[in-house]
């Protein structure tokens, strides 16, 4: 079994900053992919960004050059660095990990997710 549990998210000023991290737990082989999603009220749930192997970054045109995703293969963790949030940021921001466990075999896991609110 593969856990995630974000965490960093709260209330934040536009213009201001937020660093969000998710932690993977359990019987892991090897994480292959890790990214961020968020989902806005009345939205579709979208893909914010992702990291892979090779270090190699993808990231949604509207987050490019204020959002940094990064990962500490250590300690199965990814980043998501957000840098002059502007209020359509507010959303549910879940990550979502590809990996295979010793126990379980490869597929893609959900975190229960961390409200962002980005209001004056």
């Known amino acids: 079994q593969v856990q995630l549990v974000e965490s960093g998210g709260g209330l934040v000023q536009p213009g201001g900053s937020l660093r969000l991290s998710c932690a993977a737990s359990?019987?892991?082989?090897?994480?292959?992919?890790m990214a961020w999603y968020r989902q806005a009220p009345g939205k579709q749930r979208e893909l914010v960004a992702a990291?892979?192997?090779?270090?190699?970054?993808n990231y949604a045109d509207s987050v490019k050059g204020r959002f940094t995703i990064s990962k500490d293969n250590a300690k199965n963790t990814v980043y998501l660095q957000m840098n002059s949030l502007k209020p359509e940021a507010t959303a549910v921001y879940y990550c979502?990990?590809?990996?295979?466990?010793?126990?379980?075999?490869?597929?893609?896991?959900w975190g229960p997710g961390t409200q962002v609110t980005v209001s004056s």
């Open positions: 979502n990990v590809a990996a295979t466990g010793y126990r379980t075999p490869y597929g893609t896991y």
């Open positions: 990291i892979i192997s090779g270090d190699s970054t």
């Open positions: 359990g019987s892991i082989f090897a994480l292959h992919a």
